[in-house]
């Protein structure tokens, strides 16, 4: 069954922390790739960050290096946005998501072809 549940989010002030988990059936866990989308109203869908789960390598969109990490339990089929130094311009609907290719962000984000319905996260200022 191809099924990707989200939880976590909710809505925290500027500089405060979230972190969301993502548990996928094994059938979509290994495709190889999962990961996050992001789209905020009258905003163009813009990928977040990817890992593959075979390897643990990851990529980052540039706007949130250094403040998101993904990370992956592999025995639980598991993956995990932890959200830090939150902004108000990172609130947006966040969706789980898996591809199988992700040998960078855009090819992830181009690729993409199972996904969840999505968390609102919203940063006041």
């Known amino acids: 069954q191809r099924q990707l549940l989200q939880s976590g989010g909710g809505s925290v002030q500027g500089g405060g922390s979230l972190r969301l988990s993502c548990a996928a059936s094994?059938?979509?866990?290994?495709?190889?790739?999962m990961g996050w989308f992001r789209q905020a109203p009258g905003k163009e869908r813009e990928g977040v960050a990817v890992i593959a789960t075979g390897d643990g390598s990851t990529h980052y969109a540039d706007s949130v290096k250094g403040r998101f990490t993904i990370s992956q339990d592999y025995a639980k089929n598991t993956v995990y946005l932890q959200m830090s130094s939150l902004k108000p311009e990172d609130t947006a609907r966040y969706y789980c998501?898996?591809?199988?290719?992700?040998?960078?962000?855009?090819?992830?984000?181009?690729?993409?072809?199972?996904w969840g319905v999505g968390t609102l996260i919203t940063i006041s200022s």
């Open positions: 998501a898996a591809a199988q290719s992700c040998w960078s962000l855009a090819s992830f984000d181009a690729n993409i072809d199972y």
């Open positions: 094994i059938y979509t866990y290994r495709r190889n790739c």
